[in-house]
């Protein structure tokens, strides 16, 4: 659990962050947006003190972020950052066992892990172990990015736009890798992205901030629902609204009795791809499969319309 | 071009250069057309061997600490400690290029005699700052997400710099590293004026006694080393680059 209380930070005259307290919850991903220069990057790399605070407290699991000493702090912290930084004279697995290394790992234990995380990753440990970071694709070296932020086992992965240098197809491939893998170790990921398709996309919360005030903290349905204020309307997007509703939910629960005609849709997949699939076909309905391939009812065009309005 | 064409010119003027400077008499006849009166062709106050080792003796110490002390300072006015002393190291190493050498031998010998030292301090002044220059220029042009990276990977000061920092500036120093070599090469001849043994006292006693083949063959001898020494660096330099993966800049 990550507890943010009264953090501010200034620069000379300048407050960059203003009175942010905020609680994230353990193996949960929380995204923070907002436009640049909103704060959100200073406020992320308080918690790992790459920035220190001009007053407030950061608490780690109830410890308090300074009781040890920064770089030990941040040993302890998964960091990964837009355009990846990867050391240029290293190889994959040695940037990925940075911080194994530092903390004295034995030579064994870093291999199996690095191993472990590149196949993770789809990289195969024997091919691109010994190249160097210039060798690989932008999407590879985003993967290589991310497996070195996890490489130590940390219980908190901060991110600060990791996927902004990506192009939009391997984009999405990685935040479902991202979304899997958070599923697999339960991680907490505190996620920094102007982006807020991919802020519904991977939160579990939401963190808008705005001139360096955390403007609304909440599940991404109540953001959409009921914004906060005119600039987390703005940044909703008003004409995007009803369809990133859908995109939060699943098809599996939008089935309805019944049966329809043509190619099934998995239940996993959204409501959005649903109501996509159904208004591009031309079809008022759809039947729906479950993971095993048996029916598991159908969705309709009018079902989804009704998901897609503002709650009550 | 042929790419194998420099690579054997290459190794044509190491073995020409190794030839004349153990065995010059081979080469007299050559010679012989430049010398009036009789006068001795090949220099016969010293063995020409003796005199090169010695003239890289004296450029590779003075390099050796130049180098040392230009990145110690590089490292300090890049460290938050020391910024505020930055402007201050480069006026002092702008010092030791605004006197001319001669001026510096001048001054040095009252003070330590004649002979090597005072050569040596001439060219340590004179190799500090283009180390010094370029070692600066490589710790401050690191690409600032690699930097960011390394601090965010829980590094401390010393592991950024020894891991990260001086590996990825090598290239760009070794530039610095070779200009210096280069300017020590030439500068050290002037060392005879203050009796240096280096190669400069083959062209001076080829001044005195008006013999242009000693001048040739002293010239000939430094101008090889020079350019076979700023060939060889560079290549390391390049194979350093392509390491530290900034072959794309």
């Known amino acids: 659990m990550i507890e943010i209380e009264g953090i501010t930070k200034r620069y000379d005259a300048t407050t960059v962050v203003d009175d942010v307290s905020m609680i994230i919850e353990p193996r949960t991903i929380a995204v923070i947006v907002g436009t640049s220069g909103s704060g959100k990057t200073t406020l992320l790399r308080m918690i790992n003190r790459l920035v220190e605070p001009t007053a407030g407290v950061i608490k780690l699991d109830g410890a308090d972020n300074r009781s040890l000493p920064g770089y030990e702090l941040r040993r302890s912290i998964g960091y990964a950052i837009q355009g990846h930084g990867l050391f240029p004279h290293r190889t994959v697995a040695q940037n990925i066992a940075t911080v194994p290394v530092l903390l004295g790992w034995d030579k064994a234990r870093i291999k199996a892990r690095v191993d472990e995380l590149m196949t993770l990753y789809q990289l195969d440990p024997e091919a691109f172990g010994p190249r160097y970071p210039h060798e690989l694709s932008g999407g590879q070296q985003q993967r290589v990015g991310v497996a070195r932020a996890l490489a130590a086992e940390p219980n908190v992965l901060l991110m600060d736009e990791p996927f902004g240098a990506l192009d939009p197809i391997i984009r999405t491939k990685a935040q479902e890798d991202l979304l899997a893998i958070q599923k697999r170790f339960g991680t907490t990921i505190i996620l920094v992205t102007h982006d807020m398709e991919e802020a519904v996309h991977m939160g579990d919360k939401i963190a808008v901030m705005d001139a360096g005030k955390l403007v609304q903290y909440a599940k991404p349905a109540e953001i959409l629902a009921n914004p906060a204020s005119a600039f987390v309307e703005t940044l909703v997007g008003a004409s995007e609204r009803p369809f990133r509703l859908l995109s939060l939910g699943r098809v599996r629960d939008a089935v309805e009795k019944g049966s329809a005609e043509g190619e099934a849709i998995p239940g996993d997949a959204s409501q959005r791809d649903a109501l996509a699939e159904l208004l591009w076909s031309g079809r008022p309905a759809l039947p729906v499969k479950g993971a095993d391939g048996k029916p598991l009812g159908r969705v309709t065009v009018d079902g989804l319309v009704k998901r897609a309005a503002r709650p009550a | ?249």
């Open chain 2, 1 to 249: 071009m042929k790419a194998w064409l420099p690579s054997l010119l290459r190794l044509a003027l190491v073995v020409l250069l190794i030839a004349f400077v153990t065995n010059p008499d081979w080469f007299e006849p050559l010679l012989k057309p430049l010398t009036e009166n009789n006068a001795p062709v090949i220099y016969n106050q010293g063995s020409l061997l003796t005199l090169t080792l010695l003239h890289l003796r004296i450029v590779l110490i003075a390099t050796v600490a130049a180098t040392i002390v230009a990145v110690a300072l590089a490292i300090l006015v890049t460290r938050p400690a020391g910024v505020e002393f930055l402007p201050l190291s480069r006026s002092l190493v702008n010092i030791g290029q605004t006197f001319p050498p001669v001026a510096v031998l001048a001054l040095a010998v009252p003070a330590v005699g004649f002979g090597e030292k005072p050569t040596l301090i001439a060219l340590f002044l004179y190799g500090l700052l283009p180390i010094f220059e370029n070692a600066l220029t490589g710790l401050t042009t690191l690409p600032a997400n690699v930097m960011e990276a390394a601090r965010g990977a829980g590094m401390t000061g010393w592991q950024r710099l020894t891991k990260v920092e001086l590996p990825l500036s090598a290239p760009i120093i070794l530039g610095g590293i070779r200009l210096s070599v280069v300017i020590s090469l030439a500068t050290a001849t002037i060392g005879s004026t203050v009796a240096a043994k280096t190669l400069g006292e083959v062209i001076i006693a080829g001044l005195l006694s008006n013999n242009l083949a000693f001048i040739l063959q002293g010239g000939l001898i430094v101008a090889a080393l020079a350019v076979l020494i700023y060939d060889g660096l560079s290549s390391v330099e390049r194979y350093t680059a392509r390491r530290m993966g900034r072959e794309a800049e």
